[in-house]
């Protein structure tokens, strides 16, 4: 059974830093976040490969950074200089071919 374990979610200030882990309990070809908000559709975040091909959001090019450790199974997105804009349920996904998980996700609430 597969399962994905995030942490890392909380409250910052805007301009502060979070960082999300998400640990697979396989290895997978593609891993991920998204991110919804209230009211709005999930949208990708930032992806990356057991290759190291990223993909990010406009949004957050060159404020978050994802990265993943294949020993380790996980995931992490780093993300820096925040707004409240990027206030957030925040999903993990994993993917390998046609199969498709997701997270429980971990809320990022970016608020003064």
């Known amino acids: 059974q597969v399962h994905l374990v995030e942490s890392g979610g909380g409250l910052v200030q805007p301009g502060g830093s979070l960082r999300l882990s998400c640990t697979a309990s396989?290895?997978?070809?593609?891993m991920g976040w998204y991110r919804q908000a209230p009211g709005k559709q999930r949208e990708l975040v930032a992806t990356l490969t057991r290759a190291g091909n990223t993909n990010y959001a406009d949004s957050v090019k060159g404020r978050f950074t994802i990265s993943r450790d294949n020993a380790k199974n996980t995931v992490y997105l780093q993300m820096n200089s925040l707004k409240a804009e990027d206030t957030a349920v925040y999903y993990c996904n994993a993917a390998e071919g046609s199969l498709l998980y997701w997270g429980q996700g971990t809320q990022v609430t970016v608020s003064s």
């Open positions: 396989i290895n997978f070809f593609r």
